[in-house]
């Protein structure tokens, strides 16, 4: 039997291959995938209005996703500037595994990534950071070196960047190093 913290990591780690297997994505991306997929053929004005996220930001996240594959652009037949975004490929596989935790409801999904958002406390919390959270989660208590090894095989210093913010920002206590 599956874990809560279990199936977080899961997840979390399902969204990392959702994002091109880049832990460094934030949570806002991962959110803003999940709805172009609730509702294919949403545009960007959409996207906005649902998760209050400005133009600007938009603009950016949008153009990370379709540089790293993750959606596609189509034409719109009613409005020349409207560009419909729908997510594909490994992102759409990946993110319906992630779905796969929560009987395929994009909501219950959008709620676990706000949740997650709000124990971080931090402008722009990354996959990185929500899997370290999960991690110490499922395991209860670990130590740095333990929730590390259980982290992307990324750069050392990154992995304990990341962890020492959590750290210093209070949303983990420092275990044993």
Request: proline fraction near 3%.
């Amino acid at each position: 039997m599956t874990t809560r913290g279990q199936k977080a990591c899961l997840v979390v780690d399902h969204l990392v291959e959702a994002l091109g297997n880049d832990p460094s994505s934030s949570l806002r991306r991962a959110l803003i995938l999940n709805d172009i997929d609730q509702h294919p053929g949403t545009t960007q004005t959409e996207i906005m209005s649902r998760l209050g996220i400005d133009k600007s930001a938009m603009n950016r996240e949008i153009e990370w996703l379709f540089n790293y594959g993750c959606v596609m652009r189509q034409e719109s037949e009613d409005d020349g500037r409207a560009k419909p975004l729908e997510i594909c490929g490994y992102s759409k596989r990946a993110l319906d595994s992630a779905l796969d935790y929560f009987q395929g409801n994009h909501e219950s999904l959008k709620k676990f990534l706000e949740g997650v958002t709000k124990i971080l406390k931090q402008e722009k919390p990354t996959l990185r950071d929500a899997r370290i959270i999960a991690t110490l989660y499922e395991k209860g208590s670990a130590t740095k070196g333990e929730v590390i090894d259980n982290l992307y095989s990324g750069p050392a210093t990154t992995d304990n960047r990341a962890y020492k913010k959590l750290v210093d920002e209070g949303v983990i206590k420092s275990g044993q190093t």
